[in-house]
């Protein structure tokens, strides 16, 4: 992609806009999303606190798995026969199989299914897609009540996920995998914890 002329030149593609987005839960276009953080990554860095350990020159260097932050979905609670707050409430019963409180973790993640995040173009092609693994609530809010606000209902989850695969619409992705294998694992130059 050149950028001579970027804001000059007439483009060939927009630019990516925050509010063209869509969130897939279970494979189903939830249409009542508002907002949603894509995926954070923290890289560990090892070896950082060996200046305070008496070491002249620490030997830093990233670390070898990187962590994965959570992120948070925000929807408006459509209400109704569709109700957002009620359909999450069913989950819980599933997952917890008539003893809620308690929930069967297995279930709970499958309850959700994949959970997949995309950017769109003004057309409504997607552009990039973010396919969280392994995902599931840690924190649900179903909102606020107030008499003297006209605001909607707004129900905001908190995801964590093991990993995600990325894909991007001209043949890139990035495919999380974990080692299958003992020869795998010592590919990895050993370090793999």
């Not at 409180?101 to 994949?114: Q, T």
């Amino acid at each position: 992609m050149s950028i001579n002329g970027f804001w000059t030149a007439a483009p060939e593609n927009d630019p990516a806009r925050k509010f063209r987005f869509r969130i897939l839960l279970g494979g189903e276009f939830a249409w009542w999303a508002k907002s949603c953080d894509k995926p954070k990554v923290n890289i560990p860095v090892y070896g950082k606190d060996e200046y305070y350990l008496g070491s002249g020159l620490p030997d830093v260097k990233p670390g070898e798995i990187v962590d994965f932050q959570p992120i948070t979905m925000t929807f408006v609670d459509p209400a109704g026969t569709n109700s957002f707050a009620s359909e999450l409430i069913a989950n819980f019963g599933f997952a917890g199989a008539e003893c809620f409180p308690r929930i069967d973790g297995a279930k709970f993640k499958e309850v959700f299914g994949n959970v997949s995040i995309e950017t769109i173009d003004s057309k409504g092609d997607w552009n990039e897609r973010w396919t969280l693994n392994g995902a599931f609530p840690t924190s649900v809010d179903f909102g606020s009540l107030d008499y003297g606000s006209d605001e909607l209902v707004e129900i905001t989850m908190t995801w964590e996920y093991i990993s995600f695969n990325y894909e991007y619409y001209i043949e890139s992705s990035l495919v999380s995998k974990t080692p299958a294998s003992t020869s795998d694992i010592n590919k990895l130059d050993g370090g793999y914890t």
